[in-house]
């Protein structure tokens, strides 16, 4: 069973992105800020996660310049599913290591596909 991080500071859409998560078998476990996700990173070691780019304390491209310089997270797969749409924003996301970019509003069954993707030979 694979364990996804889910990483947002709206309760809705964690209890969203929780529910779809456990519906396919996945262990879902989730942060509120970018604090919370680094810590979530080291206690739970996720197979993927799903990173909001607006989040209190450390924002999502924050979470995620940490995860590619740490050794342990370096590889880890990464969506990010965020409401910011602008080329700067996706751009940016993909050239730190972004595995892949959903902008909210979003299908849920879409990023599921392409979380499955990602998670595939793992």
Excluded: C, W
């Excluded at 309760?11 to 879902?28: C, G, I």
């Excluded at 942060?31 to 450390?58: F, I, N, Q």
């Amino acid at each position: 069973m694979h364990t996804i991080l889910v990483a947002d500071d709206e309760p809705l859409m964690r209890e969203l992105l929780e529910f779809r998560l456990a519906q396919r078998d996945y262990k879902p476990v989730s942060a509120s800020d970018g604090r919370e996700a680094l810590a979530r990173l080291e206690d739970s070691a996720p197979d993927a996660v799903v990173l909001d780019a607006m989040m209190p304390v450390h924002d999502g491209f924050e979470v995620l310049r940490r995860m590619r310089a740490s050794p342990e997270h370096a590889d880890t797969p990464v969506i990010m599913l965020t409401a910011r749409r602008g080329e700067n924003d996706i751009v940016g996301a993909l050239e730190l290591g972004a595995n892949d970019y959903l902008v909210k509003p979003f299908m849920p069954e879409e990023l599921m596909a392409r979380l499955a993707r990602l998670l595939k030979g793992k």
